[in-house]
């Protein structure tokens, strides 16, 4: 019996030294593939194309010779090619791109991504037109929109009706943004009050909808407009809301919550500057300042001859200070001999009071006065920002300068309207826009000089440069135009600075060869306002 086993034992031990292994252990190393995405931008709008050329960076430094692709947003997939062109047809906030990469060779993915969003078409940085056609109050937005570094915005006309299936009203007269909270808010994107003497009078439209969300008449305690009180413009803060009549009559309410666009009713009674209430501020020159550290907004009241801070201030303890009228406190050393004083501008005219950030709350403002003698001033002070308190009775300022400027009296003349626009961010764009007639000038505050800057062919009813840095003009015209113009200084010959100053030219718009205009659209109505409007902002931001 031994001796079987050991045969079978040799045996076994004969037909496995006889095996050939035949398995691969020729090792090679992974082609391991690294892929970076990148975009154009991060934030798109219903439609838009969205493109990428992903970089793809090979370990052995030779790309494998078969891969398939696959791109998805938000876990979808949206295409199956190198590189991506898709149509954004997803709203979706800060969600991923990714790119997927396979080598067949391998059967190993290999994966790269960024993150987008993709909001409603309308929720989107660009510009507002107000305007009148055929009787008609009329809106439309254009989407900021660059295609290869190209401005090439996306028109849409007379969006509230388009949204709303009725006209919007008649008479229109101005639009302001309201106050957006962008963390914990009603809507990220800021809704627009737009005033109109007739129709339904004054009306809160979504910023990201353009849907109809109010009507101010129904927003007073009694229901209706105040006897004789006609608006003409209504600007919102973050607690305290102005709604401004024709007189230049101000009625105010103060929000239950900086978390809603509408709580709580405009009282029926004026907002006064007297402790007996007898005296009506004045608001028919608001300088219009978006910084909500600023604690409130300046205006000029012609019914008492001085600047006056009305408060928007609510402190962490929950004690509201906002609709308070406050007089500015300026020491009087600050003041020249022959300086106008803040506080007592009986001997003068106040054409033009505006604001622009010069620190954390602190505010300047410029003012375009007149003496009795006919002669014309820049005027510059810097408010203190508010911070409450019921001793509180004035407000700090600081009183900069009054500087006679020549040239102003051919501009401001009394012969056709004047409009204005003092550029926020004075350290990048150190100008106050003028316009008379079909002329657009401008105030160089760096020289302190006035300069001739562009002829358009139709009077200018509408001037704004809101955006980021100024970085665009919008000119609104009587006839329908709307023209946008390059606004920074780069490094080309064709900046305001080396153009209009320097080589003292003059922009002709409709000249083909022109290096400053950047669109031009006709026939939006005769233009009462144009406004760039931020995506998801309120605060003026430069940085």
Not at 379 to 384: A, G, L, N, S, Y
Not at 422 to 440: M, V
Request: some cysteine; aromatic content about 14%.
């Amino acid at each position: 019996m031994k001796i079987k086993i050991l045969f079978v034992v040799m045996f076994l031990l004969i037909i496995t030294s006889c095996y050939e292994d035949k398995g691969n252990y020729d090792y090679r190393e992974m082609n391991d593939i690294e892929i970076s995405v990148e975009t154009e931008s991060s934030s798109y709008a219903l439609g838009d194309k969205v493109t990428s050329k992903p970089k793809l960076v090979f370990t052995l430094g030779k790309e494998s010779s078969d891969l398939s692709y696959e791109w998805t947003f938000d876990g979808h997939v949206i295409a199956d090619t190198r590189d991506l062109e898709w149509v954004a047809d997803t709203i979706a906030s800060t969600k991923e791109l990714r790119l997927a990469v396979m080598d067949n060779n391998t059967g190993v993915t290999y994966f790269g991504s960024t993150y987008i969003s993709v909001s409603s078409a309308y929720a989107s940085n660009g510009w507002v037109v107000l305007s009148e056609k055929e009787g008609i109050s009329t809106l439309a937005f254009l989407r900021e929109q660059t295609e290869e570094g190209i401005l090439k915005p996306v028109v849409t006309r007379d969006i509230y009706q388009m949204i709303n299936g009725v006209p919007m009203g008649t008479q229109p007269v101005s639009m302001y943004p309201h106050w957006t909270e962008r963390w914990d808010g009603e809507d990220k994107t800021s809704w627009l009050w737009v005033a109109q003497k007739g129709g339904q009078g004054a009306v809160d439209i979504s910023g990201s909808s353009y849907k109809q969300e109010g009507i101010l008449s129904q927003m007073f305690l009694s229901k209706s407009y105040p006897e004789g009180f006609v608006p003409v413009g209504v600007i919102d803060m973050q607690f305290l809301t102005m709604a401004i009549g024709e007189d230049g009559t101000i009625y105010t309410r103060v929000k239950d919550s900086n978390l809603l666009f509408n709580s709580s009713n405009f009282l029926d009674r004026p907002l006064t500057s007297d402790e007996e209430g007898k005296v009506k501020v004045d608001g028919s020159m608001i300088a219009y300042a978006p910084f909500d550290e600023h604690g409130g907004m300046v205006l000029y009241d012609k019914n008492s001859s001085q600047y006056l801070h009305i408060a928007d201030y609510k402190s962490w303890q929950g004690y509201n200070y906002s609709g308070k009228v406050l007089p500015l406190k300026v020491e009087e050393y600050e003041y020249g001999p022959s300086d106008a004083r803040l506080d007592n501008m009986k001997d003068y005219s106040v054409y033009f009071v505006g604001a622009s950030l010069v620190d954390w709350g602190d505010v300047s403002y410029m003012s375009i006065i007149k003496d009795k003698a006919g002669r014309f001033y820049i005027q510059k002070f810097t408010v203190e920002a508010y911070g409450g308190g019921s001793s509180v009775t004035k407000v700090g300022a600081s009183f900069t300068s009054q500087s006679e400027i020549e040239g102003l009296s051919s501009v401001i003349d009394g012969t056709s309207k004047n409009c204005f626009y003092l550029c926020r961010n004075q350290d990048k764009a150190p100008y106050l826009f003028i316009s008379k007639g079909e002329t657009l000038y401008f105030y160089y505050t760096d020289g302190n000089k006035i300069y001739t800057c562009a002829q358009f062919d139709s009077p200018i009813t509408s001037i704004d440069a809101e955006c980021f840095n100024n970085k665009y003009i919008i000119v609104g015209l009587e006839n329908g135009d709307v023209y946008i113009l390059k606004g920074d200084d780069d490094n080309s010959d064709y900046t305001l600075k080396k153009y209009v100053i320097q080589q003292n030219k003059v922009i002709q718009v409709n000249d083909a060869e022109n290096k400053f205009v950047l669109f031009h659209e006709k026939d939006f109505g005769r233009i009462i306002q144009v406004r760039y409007k931020w995506k998801e902002s309120w605060n003026e931001s430069f940085s």
